[in-house]
């Protein structure tokens, strides 16, 4: 049963918040918590499942060490070279693959490079793919390979 579209569309305003959020992480000395308490005081989570984007931006912070690991790994360069956007997309998405099974991978996969086309370089989409098409198979392997 697919969710119903106000759903739909509160979660990816979610996940285009939290690239946001993260981005502005990677590029300042700010903390998640602190960064999510300036969305909030904005009035910027208007329209967003709130628990969602709350789940996925604690399962960043909790796990941001353990996403660089496997990040590196699958990535042709380390985490560091990863451009801005295309990393805060890749962290959104692995925190989403790792903590939200109730969302199919694909469409993990696909709002991720949605967003990196939307945000990032010209070919950052591509990237985006590859790198999460290999952590699916790693982080979901049941449903990746249809045994589950």
Known sequence: ???PKKSRAGRSRA????????????LSEQT??????QFEEDSQLENVDRE???ALIAEVDRRRSDFDEVIGRLAD???TQIDPVECAVLYGAMA????????????VINE?????????????????????????????????????
Do not use: C, W
């Open 96 to 107: 989403e693959l790792s903590a939200r099974s109730d969302v199919p991978y694909r469409v």
């Open 32 to 37: 998640l918590s602190d960064i999510q308490g």
């Open 52 to 54: 969602f984007f709350d």
């Open 112 to 148: 991720a490079v949605s967003l990196a086309k939307r945000f990032g370089g010209t070919e950052g989409h591509r990237y985006v793919n590859a790198v999460l098409d290999r952590a699916a198979v790693e982080l979901r392997p049941e449903e990746t390979t249809g045994t589950g």
């Open 1 to 3: 049963m697919s969710e």
């Open 77 to 79: 360069r380390p985490v």
């Open 15 to 26: 996940r285009r918040i939290l690239m946001q959020a993260l981005y502005q992480a990677l």
